[in-house]
């Protein structure tokens, strides 16, 4: 692998932008919409709780299914995660930083005085954004995180779950 290949593979491309748009807008929409057990969340300190659709295991086996129908059709190539891989890696990374540094923004701008929304700032901005402002912050009543019942939003698990564990996890799997 020479470093011209290397250097043209890690710069996103719009086919990566569109791949992991499509993706992200899948979820958005499986999760809201797919039938699934809602439960309550963990007691918030203020007492409220937030309830969630368990639809997990129904979205992936819904993607996979579509994802394999598109394959077969020749709408999508099969191997077009893996053709695109460091693509995709850069991509997600700066997506990563972009909707890092808006949930920073909202969160400084935020008003709202629930346990789940109220910002806790330090006044540290490294800390800030690294460990996030808010607790559960939503986009259009969508939940942005299912991860950590007690840490805040910010780069530290947007970058781990949208990154991290996708891209390290895998390499094992070559």
Same mark, same amino acid.
């Given at each position: 692998?020479?470093?011209?290949?290397?250097?043209?593979?890690? %710069?996103? $491309? *719009?086919?990566?932008?569109?791949? /992991?748009?499509?993706?992200?807008?899948?979820?958005?929409?499986?999760? +809201?919409? #797919?039938?699934?057990?809602?439960?309550?969340?963990?007691?918030?300190?203020?007492?409220?709780?937030?309830?969630?659709?368990?639809?997990?295991?129904?979205?992936?086996?819904?993607?996979?299914?579509?994802?394999?129908?598109?394959?077969?059709?020749?709408?999508?190539?099969?191997?077009?995660?893996?053709?695109?891989?460091?693509?995709?890696?850069?991509?997600?990374? %700066?997506? $990563? *930083?972009?909707?890092?540094?808006? /949930?920073?923004?909202?969160?400084?701008?935020?008003?709202?005085?629930? +346990?789940? #929304?109220?910002?806790?700032?330090?006044?540290?901005?490294?800390?800030?954004?690294?460990?996030?402002?808010?607790?559960?912050?939503?986009?259009?009543?969508?939940?942005?995180?299912?991860?950590?019942?007690?840490?805040?939003?910010?780069?530290?698990?947007?970058?781990?779950?949208?990154?991290?564990?996708?891209?390290?996890?895998?390499?094992?799997?070559?």
């Amino acid at each position: 692998m020479d470093l011209g290949f290397l250097l043209h593979a890690i %710069i996103p $491309s *719009v086919d990566s932008a569109a791949i /992991l748009i499509t993706f992200l807008t899948y979820l958005a929409i499986a999760g +809201s919409i #797919l039938p699934g057990k809602v439960v309550p969340g963990a007691v918030l300190q203020d007492g409220t709780r937030l309830h969630y659709r368990c639809n997990g295991l129904f979205a992936l086996t819904l993607l996979v299914a579509l994802l394999g129908f598109g394959a077969y059709m020749n709408f999508i190539s099969a191997t077009v995660i893996s053709d695109r891989g460091f693509e995709l890696l850069s991509t997600t990374f %700066i997506f $990563s *930083v972009l909707v890092t540094s808006a /949930l920073y923004v909202a969160g400084c701008r935020s008003r709202n005085k629930s +346990s789940s #929304l109220k910002p806790h700032v330090t006044g540290n901005l490294i800390h800030d954004w690294w460990f996030g402002i808010q607790l559960n912050p939503q986009f259009m009543a969508i939940d942005l995180k299912w991860d950590i019942i007690a840490e805040r939003l910010g780069f530290m698990l947007v970058f781990g779950d949208l990154v991290w564990i996708p891209f390290t996890f895998s390499i094992q799997a070559r």
